[in-house]
């Protein structure tokens, strides 16, 4: 079996990493494709190397672009490389315009199309994740869902028939992770504040970063908290915020350049809570047993509010309240999977 994966922003790299093992050692032919969506060294390259994923076999250095131009630029390119690599499956992952454009090509050429992370829902249409998941499940021949949830979506929209349970493969990557942590191999990094006692913060999503006053009103939020803030500042939230005249480290805000995966998962297991605008994040921060307080109006992954562990803040000026409102119960749910998703995913192309 011959499988295309096609990758190219931060959180794909990280779902790539236990499907890439999980191929590997089934002996599957695995090619791997990165548009470039995510283009430096920080945002790409580090993470192949930590999380020991095969170097792409193509690198279609894409870059930065409106979501028009990068998806159309990916298109141009996809399909001459899906034609002369000839898979048996192409694979796509999450709700990025990585995995658009390799299920948009996939679909016209006719080559057999799995979605990775498939049924997640936000019923946000102002969100261009929401346009690209849903259009990629409904090109998809097989859905590879990680929540009953996301199953229940997939069945509303008569997809039943071609999805699978497989669980979430981020739980495969933090379940090594923790382990690690745990053991004292991997330690929780020197941030120069005190551990327990501090709040891990990522923002980063358009409708957060785009509108000046909402940017503003974060920020200011984030500085007027009582413990302190390290903030992971992507690049995106760096422009925003010098383009709109938005200084960022006064108050409690610490601002720290974006983290390696491993160090990020230890940075958040430290914290007293998260605050993030991360799908991935506010996940992690779950499954590591971490309080959150997830800055948009409405999460994908709506386990971590049920279960108590995680509030929304849909207007930033309720970060604080948000906070103090959380009162996370000790559970032992697994609505994430059992940590062997990607042999799952290994087990349900093959069939």
């Known amino acids: 079996m011959k499988v295309l994966s096609i990758v190219g922003a931060r959180p794909q790299f990280v779902k790539l990493a236990p499907i890439d093992h999980a191929f590997r050692a089934a002996g599957v032919e695995h090619v791997i494709v990165h548009t470039g969506q995510h283009y430096d060294e920080r945002m790409s390259g580090e993470f192949f190397r930590e999380l020991d994923i095969a170097e792409p076999d193509v690198n279609l250095e894409i870059g ?13 390119r996809m399909d001459d490389v899906i034609l002369e690599h000839r898979p048996d499956w192409v694979l796509v992952y999450g709700d990025t315009n990585s995995t658009l454009a390799g299920a948009v090509s996939a679909a016209k050429l006719q080559v057999p199309l799995a979605h990775l992370e498939a049924g997640l829902r936000s ?6 994740e929401e346009h ?42 933090l379940t090594g992770i923790k382990r690690r942590i745990d053991s004292g191999e991997l330690e929780i990094p020197d941030l120069g504040v005190t551990p327990g006692e501090y709040h891990v913060s990522t923002i980063h999503r358009a409708e957060n970063t785009d509108d000046p006053e909402r940017l503003r009103a974060i920020v200011e939020g984030l500085q007027g908290l009582e413990r302190p803030v390290v ?21 409690s805000v610490r601002v720290h350049e974006p983290l390696p995966y491993g ?3 230890a940075a958040a297991a430290g914290a007293h809570s998260v605050i993030t605008d991360s ?26 509010v049920e279960l108590g562990w995680n509030v929304l803040a849909s207007d930033p000026r309720t970060i604080a309240w948000a906070l103090a ?21 290994v087990e349900a192309l093959s069939r």
């Open 231 to 251: 903030l992971l500042a992507h690049p995106r939230l760096v422009q925003r915020c010098a383009d709109f005249g938005i200084v960022l480290e006064q108050g």
């Open 123 to 128: 019923f946000n249409r102002a969100m261009p």
């Open 263 to 265: 160090r990020l998962v």
């Open 132 to 173: 690209n998941r849903v259009l990629t499940d409904h090109a998809a021949d097989l859905l590879l869902a990680p929540t009953e949830q996301a199953m229940a979506h997939l069945a509303t929209e008569g997809l039943a028939e071609r999805s699978v349970l497989v669980g979430d493969v981020m739980t495969d990557v």
């Open 279 to 304: 799908g991935g994040l506010q996940k992690e921060a779950f499954l590591l047993r971490v309080p959150c307080v997830t800055v948009r109006t409405e999460t994908e992954w709506v386990e971590t």
């Open 64 to 76: 930065s672009a409106g979501h028009g131009a990068q998806t159309g630029a990916m298109l141009a």
């Open 325 to 345: 409102s959380l009162d996370p119960q000790p559970t032992d749910a697994t609505p994430y999977g059992d940590g062997r998703a990607a042999q799952r995913v």
